[in-house]
């Protein structure tokens, strides 16, 4: 497609569930970014792929969090047990992977929602 | 360390109004790049402007204008002649080479409100 998409648009689920989102990045763009946006908030990064190796995970909040980059396409974030804090607007982003001046290109997000 | 302040968590202006929308940044690096980005009701952020350190010419693209001062470290967005259409929540971002290669720190966002 012409964009990043993610799905699903929206996931309601139950504490203690394990959830998978999705990004499908722009054609050709080598970077993939996930951010995480808390109601009303800014945007927290979570982790970024050059490719398919992720150099920088300082940003996911807990060992039950992971993602994972395969063909240097598409992107899985999964969250295991998940906990009502982790209620938010996922976001994924890509760029051409050129370096720190990237203009990064956003998805439409996925909202969780942990009853 | 790298920081990005938006001062104004939300403005309200009536259609047609001017508004400017402010951005301080705070980087040891003297080189850098600066962005704006618009993130309307449905949600996705939709790239704007990205500007380098070493260009300091404002720029103007239809009713928006940016404003870089590197002696204040201030980007700040201009809205000519408001529209409703321009409601959102407006992001600065800041990305320099010690970011470690592709992280780019945002400001917390300004909602921008714009009544007809």
């Known amino acids: 497609g012409a964009g990043v998409s993610q799905s699903p648009s929206n996931k309601v689920t139950e504490k203690g569930k394990d959830v998978e989102l999705r990004c499908d990045p722009i054609?050709?763009?080598?970077?993939l970014y996930w951010y995480r946006q808390s109601l009303g908030q800014g945007l927290e990064f979570l982790i970024y792929?050059?490719?398919?190796?992720?150099p920088d995970k300082s940003g996911l909040p807990s060992d039950r969090f992971s993602a994972e980059r395969t063909g240097g396409s598409v992107s899985t974030l999964t969250i295991q047990r998940t906990q009502q804090e982790d209620s938010a607007v996922y976001l994924c982003?890509?760029?051409w992977g050129q370096g720190w001046a990237d203009t990064q290109y956003f998805g439409p997000g996925t909202r969780l929602t942990v009853l | 360390a790298q920081k990005v302040t938006q001062a104004q968590t939300e403005i309200s202006v009536v259609e047609k109004e001017d508004v400017t929308l402010d951005c301080v940044y705070e980087?040891?690096?003297?080189?850098?790049?600066l962005f704006w980005y618009k993130q309307p009701p449905s949600g996705e952020l939709v790239f704007l402007i990205r500007?380098?350190?070493?260009?300091?010419q404002n720029e103007i693209s239809g009713r928006y204008s940016w404003n870089f001062q590197k002696s204040t470290s201030s980007f700040n967005f201009t809205i000519t002649a408001s529209q409703v259409v321009d409601s959102a929540v407006y992001f600065c971002?800041?990305?320099?080479?010690?970011?470690?290669?592709?992280?780019?720190?945002f400001g917390a966002g300004t909602r921008l409100f714009v009544k007809a």
């Open positions: 971002a800041l990305s320099d080479s010690s970011t470690g290669g592709f992280k780019t720190i």
């Open positions: 792929f050059q490719g398919n190796s992720a």
């Open positions: 980087t040891r690096d003297t080189t850098y790049y």
């Open positions: 500007r380098n350190s070493f260009d300091e």
């Open positions: 982003a890509s760029s």
């Open positions: 054609s050709g763009h080598t970077a």
